[in-house]
């Protein structure tokens, strides 16, 4: 073994605690394990056919071929702007499309934090956005809410004794499946306002609601042009397209360009075919993305029943976004067991139940469990079978 020195900067990174159990999962998975794995945060639907069409067209095309602008082709960067229903007049110079939603979030703390500064987010939060700003060297200050789904508050926010210079607020919420109310939203722009904090909005599950909740995206409410307010989307979740990698970001043009200076030495543009794909994505009716969103409507709603019935778990409010159920482990549980904590549980879990779920500790909340309903209903089913017995034992 050789004793290589790294980068003082990624010493306190962590690797993504739902891959590492994702990867364990599909490694038991290989060796003949019947897992079922509820670990992971993609949809298990393919990407629809008019999208792969699209793709390959630009294969065929030569489109695919060369680099192309790192900010994106102009007409995605058009379409994403004329998409998205704003207050302001969107335009291509708003848009700079990334190789994934991840990477528009990596590259905004890059431009945004330096030594030392604050980024306040309420917890739990989704794993990347801790070590990102870390890697950018900046202060990760979650904020643990005082309220049953965990939504940032105004409230929390003036307890605090500083002005962050960056808040991040991820609605529909990953992992909770909390979705902000527009009021809630508003104070929230309101307060960035008032102490001039850029305030990102990462709206990556935005299509994915259920039962009749509204979501208002902050681009309704407020303006981005001139203001330090800033949202980020992508593909990934609401087309089925985890793996094409394209997200982006909507933003005041002097941000954007900001971006495309940083993103000039990181990736240059993303995948080629990957936008021409998001293209079509874009521009396409919205049938197949209401399909998948009905079937996790269905799924929701067929698992939350059951999952409440498992002894030793609590449960807050049902999930309104996003393809996640949030749920504390009794305390109890850990004790009879013997287990320090919850990723230990997990990995408990998947050894003896062969049932694969995400620990709380990777979204700053040690104590909770996440399970992803993103699986066929009799895949869940048999889950909270295998659950409810792991559980009673
Ligand atoms: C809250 C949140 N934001 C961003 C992402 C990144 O999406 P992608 O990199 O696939 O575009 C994810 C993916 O799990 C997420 O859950």
Same mark, same amino acid.
């Given at each position: 073994?050789?004793?290589?020195?790294?980068?003082?900067?990624?010493?306190?990174?962590? $690797?993504?605690?739902?891959?590492?159990?994702?990867?364990?999962?599909?490694?038991?998975?290989?060796?003949?394990?019947?897992?079922?794995?509820?670990?992971?945060?993609?949809?298990?639907?393919?990407?629809?056919?008019?999208?792969?069409?699209?793709?390959?067209?630009?294969?065929?095309?030569?489109?695919?071929?060369?680099?192309? $602008?790192?900010?994106? /082709?102009?007409?995605?960067?058009?379409?994403?702007?004329?998409?998205?229903?704003?207050?302001?007049?969107?335009?291509?110079?708003?848009?700079?499309?990334?190789?994934?939603?991840?990477?528009?979030?990596?590259?905004?703390?890059?431009?945004?934090?330096?030594?030392?500064?604050?980024?306040?987010?309420?917890?739990?939060?989704?794993?990347?956005?801790?070590?990102?700003?870390?890697?950018?060297?900046?202060?990760?200050?979650?904020?643990?809410?005082?309220?049953?789904?965990?939504?940032?508050?105004?409230?929390?926010?003036?307890?605090?004794?500083?002005? $962050?210079?960056?808040?991040?607020?991820?609605?529909?919420?990953?992992?909770?499946?909390?979705?902000?109310?527009?009021?809630?939203?508003?104070?929230?722009?309101?307060?960035?306002?008032?102490?001039?904090?850029?305030?990102?909005?990462?709206? /990556?599950?935005?299509?994915?609601?259920?039962?009749?909740?509204?979501?208002?995206?902050?681009?309704?409410?407020?303006?981005?042009?001139?203001?330090?307010?800033?949202?980020?989307?992508?593909?990934?979740? =609401?087309?089925?397209?985890?793996?094409?990698?394209?997200?982006?970001?909507?933003?005041?043009?002097?941000?954007?360009?900001?971006?495309? /200076?940083?993103?000039?030495?990181?990736?240059?543009?993303?995948?080629?075919?990957?936008?021409?794909?998001?293209?079509?994505?874009?521009?396409?009716?919205?049938?197949?993305?209401?399909?998948?969103?009905?079937?996790?409507?269905?799924?929701?709603?067929?698992?939350?029943?059951?999952?409440?019935?498992?002894?030793?778990?609590?449960?807050?409010?049902?999930?309104?976004?996003?393809?996640?159920?949030?749920?504390?482990?009794? $305390?109890?549980?850990?004790?009879?067991?013997?287990?320090?904590?919850?990723?230990?549980?997990?990995?408990? /879990?998947?050894?003896?139940?062969?049932?694969?779920?995400?620990?709380?500790?990777?979204?700053?909340?040690?104590?909770?469990?996440?399970?992803?309903?993103?699986?066929?209903?009799?895949?869940?089913?048999? =889950?909270?079978?295998?659950?409810?017995?792991?559980?009673?034992?």
């Amino acid at each position: 073994m050789r004793n290589y020195v790294f980068a003082k900067r990624v010493n306190s990174i962590t $690797p993504s605690p739902t891959l590492a159990m994702n990867a364990r999962a599909q490694q038991l998975a290989s060796q003949g394990h019947a897992v079922i794995n509820l670990s992971v945060g993609e949809p298990d639907f393919t990407t629809p056919k008019f999208i792969d069409d699209a793709a390959k067209k630009a294969i065929d095309t030569g489109l695919a071929s060369f680099y192309t $602008p790192t900010l994106g /082709i102009k007409e995605l960067r058009t379409a994403v702007a004329n998409h998205e229903s704003s207050i302001d007049h969107l335009q291509a110079a708003n848009v700079a499309v990334t190789a994934s939603a991840k990477l528009a979030l990596y590259a905004l703390m890059q431009i945004l934090v330096s030594d030392g500064e604050k980024v306040v987010i309420a917890a739990p939060y989704w794993v990347s956005y801790q070590e990102q700003v870390k890697l950018a060297q900046g202060e990760f200050y979650p904020i643990l809410p005082h309220n049953p789904d965990f939504k940032l508050t105004t409230a929390e926010l003036e307890k605090l004794d500083f002005i $962050p210079k960056v808040v991040i607020v991820n609605n529909p919420t990953n992992p909770t499946g909390a979705v902000y109310s527009a009021t809630e939203m508003q104070s929230l722009i309101k307060w960035a306002n008032i102490n001039d904090a850029f305030l990102i909005v990462d709206e /990556i599950y935005d299509k994915l609601v259920y039962n009749k909740t509204t979501f208002t995206s902050v681009l309704k409410l407020a303006s981005i042009k001139n203001q330090k307010l800033i949202v980020v989307n992508g593909v990934s979740k =609401a087309y089925a397209m985890t793996g094409w990698r394209i997200g982006w970001v909507l933003a005041d043009e002097q941000i954007i360009t900001q971006l495309g /200076i940083v993103l000039d030495h990181i990736t240059s543009n993303p995948a080629a075919v990957s936008q021409y794909a998001a293209l079509a994505a874009v521009n396409g009716d919205n049938t197949s993305v209401n399909q998948m969103k009905q079937q996790f409507e269905k799924r929701l709603n067929a698992t939350w029943p059951q999952l409440t019935e498992i002894p030793g778990l609590i449960f807050g409010a049902k999930p309104q976004g996003a393809f996640y159920c949030f749920m504390k482990v009794d $305390p109890k549980v850990l004790e009879r067991k013997v287990m320090k904590n919850t990723t230990e549980l997990t990995l408990d /879990i998947l050894e003896k139940k062969q049932v694969a779920l995400a620990a709380g500790e990777g979204f700053g909340l040690p104590g909770f469990l996440r399970l992803s309903y993103a699986k066929k209903q009799d895949q869940i089913n048999e =889950a909270i079978k295998r659950l409810k017995a792991y559980f009673s034992e």
